[in-house]
DNA sequence: TGTACATCAGTGAACGCGCGTTCACTGATGTAC
DNA sequence: TGTACATCAGTGAACGCGCGTTCACTGATGTAC
C-alpha cells in the first residue's frame, strides 16, 4: 500500500514523522511533477506507446516510484484523466451550456472560450481528439453521457428558434452545427504543428485564428442574399 | 526469408511447384484479407495497442503467418500506409490540387471530393487523425513534405486573388481556410460514432453533411454586407 | 537537549507475462521425366 | 500414367526482450519522552 493508512480517530496523535503538514501525496511536489511529465508524453505519442519507463526517465526518477505514486499504470491514467482532462472538458462545458443569449453571441462565446482554454493548454486538444476519437478511450463515455448532450442539445435549439423566425441561414444543419464548430477549433489546435511547418505563420496567433473563425462562421450562418 | 528467391535467368524453367501462375505473395488472397483485419483493428484501437496475436485470432491464423507474409510488425504498418493510407491520401490530393477554377468551384470540389473518398473508406479519417496528429505518425512527414505543400499553396493562392480582387470576405485567412476546411470535413466523419450516440440523426447522410458544410462555407466566404 | 524510534519519500533488483520474432517442420500442390 | 521431388502456404513451440509490477530495503525527517 502506497497511501498511509487512515489516522484512527481514537489515536490523540500520531507517533512518527508527520504527513507533510498538509495532507499525504495528494498536492505533492513529486507527484504533480511526474503528472506533468507523463501528460505531455501521452500527448505527443499516445498512452498505450507511451512505458512508464520513459515517464520515469524524462522525470529523472524510478519506475518504482510512479507506482509508489499511483499504484499502476491505469491509475495513473485515471488520474491524468480526473485531474486535468476532466476539469477542463467540464470548465468547457460549464461556460457553454450558458445563459440564454442570441445565436450569434453563443457562438462568438463558443468558439472564443473553446480557443482560450485549449491554448492556455496546448496537450488538450491532441489527447482528448485521441481519447474521444478511439473506440475505448477514457473520455469518450464520459463526454458522449454527460458533457456533450447538455451543449449540443442546447445549440440545436438555439439554431432551430433561429431558423424558424427566419433570423439565420436555413441550409444549415441544426444537429451538425455543434460538429462543425468543434471541428473548426479544436482540430486546428491539435494539428497546428503540422500547418506551421507547411508554410512559415509564426504572426498566426490564437487571437488571428480565432477572428478567421468568427469570420467565417458567423458571415456563414447569415441568411443568403435573396435573388 | 519469406519471400522465394529471385529465378536466375540461367534456368530455363523452375523445378517444383510453380508461383501461383500471377507471381508470388503481391496480390494473395490470403494477404489481402490480413491487410483487411489489420487496417480495421488498427484504425479501431490504435497501432501501438493492437498486438499482432489480435489480427491473427480475428483473421483465424497464427501470429506466425503474419510474419510469414510482412516480415515484421512494422514491416505491416508500412504496408497498410503503402497500399491503402497513401494512395488514398494521393487520390485526394490529385483530385485537389486540379486545375484553375473560380474559389467556389474549388471549395465545392475540395468538400465533395473529401466526403466522398471518405465516406467510402470509413477507417480513414480516424486512422489518418492519429497517424498525422501523433509525433512520430508515419503519415505524417509524408504529408508535411508532398500532399498539403501542393494543395495547400494553391488554396491560399486562390483565396488571396480573390481577396484582392474584393470577391469574397477579407477577414478570412488565406492560409487557415485550408485548415478549416480538413476541420470541417475529416473531423466530423471521424467523430461520427460520438454525435450519432448523442442525438438521434440516422437521416444525416454523407449528402445531408456536404450541404450543411458547403452551406456554412460558400456563405461565410462571400462578402459581407455593407451597412 | 539528547536519544530512540516511527514514518516518510524513494530505490534497486528481481519477477512474471505478453509481445514480436524465429525456426524446424508439415501436408498439399504441382512439375519433371 | 506413375513416381520422385521441389516448392508452396501455413503451423507449433520456443525464444529473448521489455514491459508493468513487486518487495525488501535505505537514508532523511520529524516526534515523543
Known sequence: ?????????????????????????????ARVHL???ALRLF???????????LIARKAK?????LHYYFGSK?????????????PLSAALGQR??????????????????????????????QLWLREVLNEG?????????????????????????????GQINPDIDPRLL???LIGLTVFPLAAQPIWRAIYPCDDITTEVLRRHVLALVLRGLELPDAH
Not at 2 to 21: D, E, I, N, V
Open 178 to 180: 455543434m460538429v462543425s
Open 137 to 165: 478511450g477514457l473520455l469518450r463515455k464520459r463526454l458522449i453521457e454527460r458533457v456533450a448532450p447538455l451543449v449540443a442539445h442546447r445549440v440545436r435549439e438555439v439554431v432551430q428558434q433561429a431558423q424558424h423566425h
Open 96 to 125: 457553454l451550456a450558458g445563459d440564454d443569449r442570441d445565436l450569434r453571441g453563443a457562438v462568438e462565446d463558443f468558439v472564443s472560450t473553446m480557443l482560450e482554454l485549449l491554448s492556455a493548454n496546448p496537450w488538450f486538444p
Open 74 to 86: 491505469d491509475k495513473l491514467v485515471d488520474a491524468i484523466v480526473d485531474e486535468r482532462l476532466q
Open 43 to 53: 500527448a505527443e505519442q499516445g498512452i498505450a506507446a507511451t512505458p512508464l519507463s
Open 61 to 65: 526518477v524510478t519506475p518504482a516510484l
Open 35 to 37: 503528472l506533468d511529465v
Open 1 to 29: 500500500m502506497p497511501k498511509p493508512p487512515k489516522p484512527s480517530p481514537t489515536t490523540p496523535r500520531r507517533r512518527g514523522r508527520p504527513t507533510a503538514s498538509t495532507g499525504p501525496g495528494r498536492d505533492n511536489d
